[in-house]
């Protein structure tokens, strides 16, 4: 799960139009389509960020990189919490 500070001058909303109309009167910004994103995104930065090295990407796109680990991630929190052990 990822939110937002006070700070932040970018955010990404996903979800359904309601969500965004509600969202939309508490952010100062604009609505773009979702091809727009790679435009916006810093691929150095986020492989980095996701410690993913370029020979990763011989055999996957950085997308499925960053999913993977998401995943990943939160598999290891659900088993973690399921089986009563704490971080």
């Known amino acids: ?15 359904e139009k309601q969500l965004f109309q509600k969202l939309e009167q508490q952010i100062q910004g604009q609505e773009i389509p979702m091809t727009s994103i790679s435009e916006l995104s810093d691929a150095s930065l986020i492989k980095k960020i996701y410690q993913i090295p370029e020979s990763e990407l011989d055999n996957s796109t950085l997308l499925d990189s960053i999913i993977s680990r ?18």
């Open 1 to 15: 799960m990822f939110s937002a500070q006070d700070d932040d001058t970018s955010i990404l909303v996903l979800g």
């Open 70 to 87: 998401m995943a990943s991630k939160e598999y290891t929190s659900l088993s973690i919490s399921l089986h009563g052990k704490s971080k």
